[in-house]
């Protein structure tokens, strides 16, 4: 009976995310007998401390997971039967006990749990915060085992990184590559008075240890230093402040001469050194532990000191030793690369190589509190890329890696994609620098180069949707990255296991499953965009979101693919290409040099080779190309069905949301799947071996169809279409589409391919025979907050499903479609499923 009701309350309760994995769920004790503490003892008073707040968090905890009301007291005296936490200075204070923690490290704590005597000691207050965080994630995950332990960050470095903008409200946001609503900081060009979500959003960081956050675009707003904005910034301080989290700030580089009034921003001339000084001095007075800064110079049109043919190193340090009197440190990030002169007719020119030209030079001469910070593959957050190289260049020199949890390149939000383990392929490679292991890990850490100072940044593109990112799946993400970047070795499958358990409970199916699907999804995300490195294949000159590999060569952006009829990929060798390879020390420049020992999942980043190359797989390059993609898009099918096993056994809310983006993710990998095997077999002419490129015996190409009020279009790029072309409205008056049914009777799934633009909200419906099957609307734009787009084409392609519709040969199938706006209903084709055809 008790478990029962304790079923119901939990199954019922609607969820909209906003927790996280901070849910605090009601923990079922069966018929244990468990001794809890039954007060707490937080050993600081004021407010502002990570520690009081640790209190208070553990107070909630145990009332949402024990249904226990435990008091706070702050005053010492330590008593048994009671949870304690504080630093490791404060108690030893307060306490007559010895205490025979372990050394820890900055941030780091000691834990020891035993029945209702709990010890959570901080080396400082953030880290016994993390403590309590850490004991409460073990009650909610139902662990009530004894245990003592001590630990402490690999990396003093712990960040998130928001692109979020003053400005620009509207569909698309005001957060630069965010798809869960616009900024939880600033609306209309104003930082929000009400914070309350900036508190939520602290919480979550804490309790993954994150400990710093720069909360304005690295394509920076310089009105952020101007006294108007800095009253703002340090209100949102003081609310990460009592988690712990500091706030930093980026920077435009050219603020003296935009907002303070001299005619120049040269780092060398004494009046914008000055400038900076006072700026920095100003806002520390406002925000006197910020964290420090953040720079993005000479990058995609942002300002910076080769305007003054000064060095990247003296804008740096400039910026350092304005920081410096005030403990602040300068990230400055390597992403430095010549956007407009790059030409791919010359065939050594890369953009790879831009890094470590840039950066290794002034390896040693940068001042102690700058960090350079890289982004993990030499390109941009690709799907597959190899370690930056500079990681192995610059010894002397602090270092971040950059990370996305924002999916920018990887799907947006709407597909699935758990990128711990495509993490782990950089943090684990090892880049032998002086023929001696060197982890990319241990270089972050500081170890390998003894550096004191680095670690890891994330941009985490939350927004105001209450599931922070668009998608409720994709907070595992956030919740493993924090998890890496304090133990780079954790286990991510068991991460990932803890995190469900935290946000979905304690049924093992429900582990188990989410933990398949999630394992699963980046593989099956490369197998269907770009495969064998030749990098996410997405249109990079507009949404980064759905395929136009097209789009990667012919512009100065860098990112080619260099595919004619015969052959594609980048030469990247010594020998004969662009000389990339030859920027990793000796062993791991030899292994790339050459194809004989290049890995297959990286061939095509470092060779140009024909379409019937031989991998090591035996196979040819093109015909992989068609399988991947073929067996990436049934793995997103199958997540479909492992989700509807799940129904019940999560709350309605949550269940329903995830499949919407599931169902959407299995419809558009089709379209990623069909788009790149098109062109590729349009470019290469080389037929599947397995005939299914260009042969699709279930659909029902609509422009096939009898259409009244409809047109043929042909559709830009023409490879986002089945059989190239589409159909659209040719007034603002409904148009019909009408087939007969030439299969055999029988069972099928129905689907119809169809696009939805930006603008508009058109309308169809389905008939069969003239009975409503079903309608729906256009409007994707506001339940996917992907990058949407305005054209036909692999954003806007996606479709929909009717599972197990009852068909005769010879019944009509009719499409109605009313267009609206812009959006002039445009649809693609039908297909009728047998069961087990995914096409
Ligand atoms: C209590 O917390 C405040 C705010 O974080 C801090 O300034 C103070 O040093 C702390 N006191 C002790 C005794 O740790
Ligand atoms: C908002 O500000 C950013 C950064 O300063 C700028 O790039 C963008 O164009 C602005 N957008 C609008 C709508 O003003
Ligand atoms: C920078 O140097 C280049 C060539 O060395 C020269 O043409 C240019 O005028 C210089 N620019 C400035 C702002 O000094
Ligand atoms: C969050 O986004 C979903 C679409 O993904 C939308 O339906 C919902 O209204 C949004 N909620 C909030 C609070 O913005
Ligand atoms: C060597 O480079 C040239 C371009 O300079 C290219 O055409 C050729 O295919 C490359 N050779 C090999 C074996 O990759
Ligand atoms: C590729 O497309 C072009 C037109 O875009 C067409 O002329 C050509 O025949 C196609 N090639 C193959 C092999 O499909």
Not at 548 to 567: C, F, H, I, K, Y
């Amino acid at each position: 009976m008790r478990l029962l009701h304790f079923l119901l309350v939990t199954l019922v309760a609607a969820e909209d995310g906003l927790d996280g994995w901070l849910r605090y769920a009601p923990l079922d004790l069966g018929h244990k007998h468990v001794s809890f503490p039954t007060s707490i003892v937080a050993l600081n008073s004021s407010k502002d401390s990570p520690v009081y707040t640790a209190g208070l968090e553990l107070q909630k905890g145990f009332k949402g997971i024990l249904s226990q009301n435990l008091k706070i007291s702050h005053d010492g005296r330590p008593t048994s039967s009671a949870i304690i936490v504080g630093t490791v200075a404060e108690y030893s204070k307060t306490s007559n006990k010895p205490l025979n923690a372990p050394k820890l490290k900055e941030d780091g704590f000691w834990l020891s749990t035993h029945g209702n005597t709990v010890t959570i000691l901080g080396q400082n207050e953030r880290g016994a915060l993390y403590g309590a965080f850490e004991y409460l994630s073990r009650l909610a995950q139902g662990d009530l085992s004894p245990a003592t332990y001590a630990t402490s960050p690999d990396a003093p470095i712990r960040w998130v990184n928001h692109w979020d903008n003053l400005n620009g409200t509207g569909t698309h946001g005001s957060v630069e590559r965010g798809y869960g609503g616009d900024s939880i900081f600033y609306k209309d060009n104003v930082i929000y008075q009400d914070l309350s979500r900036v508190t939520d959003y602290a919480r979550l960081l804490a309790s993954i240890r994150i400990n710093g956050v720069v909360i304005n675009n690295v394509n920076a707003d310089p009105a952020f230093l101007t006294d108007k904005y800095l009253e703002g910034v340090a209100r949102i301080a003081s609310h990460f402040r009592p988690y712990g989290v500091k706030v930093g700030l980026s920077l435009n580089f050219a603020s003296p001469q935009l907002i303070g009034g001299l005619n120049t921003f040269d780092p060398l001339d004494p009046s914008v050194v000055e400038w900076w000084r006072t700026t920095t001095n100003k806002v520390y007075k406002y925000v006197p532990d910020m964290a420090g800064y953040l720079v993005k110079a000479n990058s995609e049109g942002q300002p910076g000191p080769l305007t003054y043919n000064r060095t990247l190193l003296d804008g740096a340090n400039m910026f350092a030793k304005a920081a410096k009197p005030h403990g602040g440190i300068v990230m400055f990030r390597a992403f430095v690369y010549d956007s407009v002169n790059l030409k791919e007719s010359d065939w050594k020119a890369d953009r790879a190589n831009a890094a470590v030209d840039h950066f290794k030079q002034f390896d040693g001469q940068f001042d102690d509190n700058v960090v350079v910070q890289i982004k993990y593959g030499p390109i941009d957050f690709q799907v597959r890329e190899p370690a930056s190289p500079l990681f192995a260049n610059i010894p002397k020199t602090n270092v971040a890696i950059e990370l996305q949890v924002t999916q920018e390149y990887l799907g947006q939000q709407c597909h699935l994609v758990y990128l711990p383990p495509l993490w782990n392929t950089i943090l684990d490679f090892d880049l032998r620098v002086d023929n001696k292991k060197t982890l990319v890990r241990d270089v972050l850490s500081g170890e390998r180069f003894k550096r004191n100072l680095g670690g890891y940044v994330a941009v985490s593109n939350v927004g105001v949707n209450s599931t922070w990112l668009g998608s409720h799946l994709a907070m595992s993400n956030l919740y493993a990255y924090g998890r890496m970047a304090w133990e780079p070795t954790v286990d991510v499958k068991a991460t990932l296991d803890d995190w469900t358990r935290l946000t979905f409970g304690l049924d093992k199916s429900v582990i188990n499953t989410i933990n398949k699907m999630s394992m699963q999804s980046w593989p099956a995300y490369e197998q269907y965009t770009g495969n064998l490195g030749i990098q996410t294949l997405t249109d990079i000159l507009y949404a980064h979101y759905g395929p136009n590999p097209p789009s990667q060569d012919d512009n100065p952006w860098g990112q080619w693919t260099r595919a004619d009829a015969d052959s594609i990929g980048m030469d990247r060798t010594v020998w004969n290409g662009t000389g990339f390879a030859g920027q990793y020390p000796t062993e791991v420049a030899r292994r790339y040099e050459r194809i004989e020992t290049t890995p297959d999942d990286l061939l095509l980043w470092f060779h140009h080779v024909p379409y019937t190359h031989r991998l090591h797989s035996g196979k040819t390059v093109i015909q992989h190309f068609y399988d991947e993609h073929y067996k990436g898009a049934e793995t997103a099918h199958s997540f479909l069905a492992m989700w509807k096993s799940l129904k019940g056994k999560i709350d309605k809310q949550r269940y329903e949301e995830v499949l919407f983006r599931l169902v959407y993710q299995a419809g558009h990998s089709i379209v990623w799947r069909d788009a790149i095997n098109n062109f590729y077999h349009n470019k290469s002419g080389i037929a599947d071996k397995s005939k299914r490129v260009g042969n699709h015996p279930w659909r029902i190409e609509a422009e096939s169809m009898t259409l009244k009020g409809y047109a043929p279009i042909a559709v830009n790029p023409f490879f986002t279409a089945s059989g190239f072309k589409g159909i659209v409205t040719t007034s603002n008056a409904p148009g019909t589409a009408t087939t007969k049914v030439n299969f055999p009777s029988g069972t099928y799934d129905l689907a119809v391919g169809y696009y939805d633009i930006i603008r508009g909200k058109a309308n169809w419906k389905v008939y069969i025979n003239d009975k409503l099957l079903g309608a729906w609307d256009g409007d994707n734009e506001d339940k996917l907050g992907h990058w949407p787009s305005e054209f036909l084409d692999g954003h806007s392609a996606t479709r929909i499903t009717f599972d197990g519709v009852k068909i005769k040969k010879g019944d009509t199938i009719k499409i109605v479609g009313t267009p609206n706006g812009p959006e002039l209903a445009p649809v693609d084709y039908i297909v009728l499923l047998p069961k087990g055809i995914i096409d």
